[in-house]
């Protein structure tokens, strides 16, 4: 019961600062747009048969003007063509963009870095339909990407960076949150460390609840209220409301040694 009321103190001070989008709605005409991937091809037509208009970097920003009804599949996701607008050598221009090249989350850190998330291909696995990337660029050159899966049957993602989160080597947090939509679902929150360099994985934790019975996963980072200095709490609780046997419940302190999260002996 202790680390229930815990788990319930972390989930309120960690919770993302804003409201989570909607998961993967079409792009809205009249709104600014970056590229997740590098070197993206710009068509004259909204096709992969189309003439390249122009060749566009990563984190390019482009001006979305309509969605087309011409669709496209790249490694099992299919979405569909977007009419933009793009600087080419200070040149407006317009053309089309496949929107798998448009990234769905972008945070930027203070030191100019952009970290930029979006679908990556469809999953491999029944479970988990989404596979889902994260690149970080520096002046429009790709400094390191990352890709995972995640469960089906969510209603909405949230994306966020944690500056200097208090562990020495780390400079960077980035958490991927998606939120089940109803009783059953399954609900993630996924966090990598990127050290100037690269992009590690952190922790791959998940919740659920299907009544009476429940899994709850939680960190607190050395930055939030209760942290340790260059360490990371987890804590887990499971059980079933309805039983007799007691709440199964962990907590285990990490640390980073440089490539992974090891548990702190």
């Not at 390019?60 to 600087?87: A, M, Q």
């Not at 100019?112 to 999953?123: A, E, P, V």
């Not at 939509?181 to 690269?198: L, P, Q, V, W």
Request: proline residues 4%.
């Amino acid at each position: 019961m202790k680390i229930r009321a815990i788990l319930f103190v972390v989930i309120l001070l960690t919770l993302p600062c804003v409201q989570a989008q909607e998961a993967f709605k079409p792009f809205k005409s009249g709104t600014y747009q970056y590229l997740v991937a590098d070197e993206v091809n710009i068509r004259d037509k909204p096709s992969a048969d189309g003439a390249k208009v122009a060749v566009l970097p990563i984190a390019d920003s482009v001006k979305i003007l309509e969605k087309t009804d011409e669709v496209f599949t790249l490694r099992g996701y299919e979405t569909n063509w977007y009419k933009i607008e793009f600087l080419d050598n200070g040149t407006s221009k317009t053309g089309y963009v496949w929107g798998g090249m448009l990234a769905r989350s972008v945070a930027f850190d203070s030191d100019g870095l952009i970290f930029l998330c979006g679908i990556y291909g469809m999953g491999e696995e029944e479970w988990h339909p989404y596979k889902m990337q994260i690149r970080v660029a520096n002046k429009n050159k790709q400094v390191d990407m990352i890709t995972f899966e995640i469960y089906r049957d969510f209603g909405g993602i949230e994306f966020r960076l944690q500056e200097d989160p208090g562990i020495k080597g780390a400079e960077n947090i980035v958490s991927f949150f998606y939120y089940a939509d109803h009783c059953a679902g399954t609900s993630g929150n996924n966090h990598y460390i990127f050290d100037g360099k690269k992009l590690h994985v952190g922790f791959e934790l998940r919740t659920g609840f299907d009544a009476p019975v429940y899994h709850h996963e939680a960190l607190i980072w050395p930055s939030n209220e209760m942290g340790v200095p260059n360490r990371v709490i987890w804590i887990m609780a499971s059980g079933d409301y309805d039983a007799d046997n007691p709440e199964k419940a962990a907590v285990k302190l990490y640390k980073w040694d440089g490539s992974k999260m090891v548990e702190a002996k």
